[in-house]
């Protein structure tokens, strides 16, 4: 082991084969949350291997060389605790959460899926059919459906654009073998992270992972280049039978690492952080034209996505239309009054703070610093970072990133 760091309660750890681990103790709860993150997700497949990190996602649970299934489920139920997983287009986490006693077990059992799967091949066709049916839930619900057409043609021609699920036709083709294959090229020491928050020593959470991964060997791998595409405005316009119009107004947005990642972080509160929010106000307190009305603003390494969705009925759309684009040009056109900009810094920050009554998402927040920044972010920083921008630098950054040029809306209509 070596390169031992700590800042505050938070400690990094990287042992010689280069896995790392990161632990924040909480003296004051009796919980922990433990997770396994694998730096690997929908993006890093080819495209005969689409939906695999999300299928292997699933096969983890279904057994290893010493666990059923059940064994499985549980060895952390049967102690007041839970077992999860997810899977994103750059990560993977399994993840646990239980009373702080329960560290071992939690470790034992986490450790035990993701080094000796077993992959029973009933388990394999069945879940086939599981994964296939969970993107028919996905298709059924419209916004999900809009978004996933969306991000397909955001993105068209690059790995970003597939849905992190697959598709029918690459589920349906996975071997056994595949699975294997893929996570002897994908899980590996410099991919994976243990992150656990709570009331924990890192001493002994050190001891433990070494124990269990210590044996694997260092992998020197390059990933592939991923340039993304140039932006290719489309429009699109679907149709479905449902009741309600589903609309997106969106472009790519900013990397996790950006210089103004900050800056449209509050330009994004100060539209869509909701209820009070101007789009909120506007479009659904002034004119009643939607139940929902929200913005989104997701990284990736290299990139982004940011928009605007509205659930509304397709007699309002055109109007809809037009009050965002009134709200994007005013943001545009007039700075943001120092009592509205303050009150949106002060509800990030409340989020933050907020957030930290979670050992789930403390644990969540170690790993994603340490993936994306490769150190801890601290509170402090973000605070200092949220507070230093100003109304003009807001309007200076929304002047050059509201460009109409830059946007393509979607469109799911009622069947007629």
């Known amino acids: 082991m070596e390169n031992v760091k700590e800042i505050d309660f938070v400690t990094k750890s990287t042992l010689s084969n280069g896995m790392r681990i990161v632990t924040e103790r909480i003296e004051s709860v009796k919980s922990i949350s433990v997770g396994i993150w694998v730096k690997t997700g929908g993006r890093h497949e080819t495209a005969k291997q689409a939906g695999i990190t999300h299928f292997l996602e699933h096969m983890l649970f279904k057994g290893t060389e ?11 139920e049967a102690v007041g605790g839970y077992l999860n997983a997810f899977t994103s287009s750059e990560y993977t986490c399994y993840y646990s959460r239980c009373l702080s006693t329960q560290l071992e077990r939690a470790l034992d ?30 298709r059924d619900s419209p916004d999900d459906y809009l978004f996933e057409e969306f991000n397909s043609k955001i993105f068209e021609g690059h790995e970003l654009g597939r849905p992190v699920l697959g598709f029918e036709e690459t589920v349906s083709d996975f071997s056994r073998q595949d699975l294997y294959d893929y996570m002897h090229d994908r899980y ?9 928050a709570g009331n924990v020593k890192h001493e002994k959470v050190v001891k433990l992972v070494s124990e269990y991964f210590e044996a694997l060997d260092a992998k020197n791998h390059e ?28 472009r ?50 290299d990139t ?7 659930g509304t009925d397709k007699e309002y759309v055109d109007h809809v239309r037009k009050l965002i684009l009134k709200e994007l040009r005013k943001m545009q056109d007039d700075p943001v009054p120092e009592k509205e900009l303050a009150e949106a810094k002060s509800q990030l920050k409340g989020k933050l703070l907020l957030s930290q009554e979670s050992t789930s998402n403390r644990m969540t927040r170690l790993a994603k610093s340490e993936l994306y ?8 920083e973000l605070v200092e970072n949220i507070d230093s921008v100003t109304s003009g630098q807001i309007q200076g950054f929304v002047n050059d990133f509201f460009d109409e040029e830059q946007f393509m809306e979607a469109i799911l209509l009622p069947e007629s």
């Open 66 to 76: 010493k666990r059923s299934s059940f064994d499985i489920a549980l060895s952390m």
């Open 109 to 138: 059992v986490l450790s035990d899926m993701v080094l000796n799967p077993s992959f029973p091949e009933e388990e394999v066709e069945k879940e086939k059919r599981v994964v296939i049916e969970e993107m028919k839930m996905y």
């Open 188 to 196: 590996y020491p410099a991919n994976l992270l243990v992150s656990v």
């Open 223 to 250: 990933e592939k280049e991923q340039p993304i595409p140039a932006f290719n405005k489309e429009n699109i316009r679907l149709t479905k039978s449902i009741e309600q119009t589903h609309y997106i107004y969106g």
């Open 252 to 301: 790519r947005g900013l990397n996790f690492d950006h210089d103004d990642k900050y800056l449209l972080l509050l330009a994004n509160t100060i539209l869509g952080g909701g209820m009070s929010s101007r789009l909120h106000q506007n479009i659904r307190e002034k004119y009643g034209y939607c139940y929902s009305v929200q913005t989104f603003n997701q990284s990736y390494t």
């Open 304 to 310: 982004g996505l940011w928009g605007i969705y509205v």
């Open 373 to 380: 920044f490769g150190r801890f972010v601290t509170l402090d």
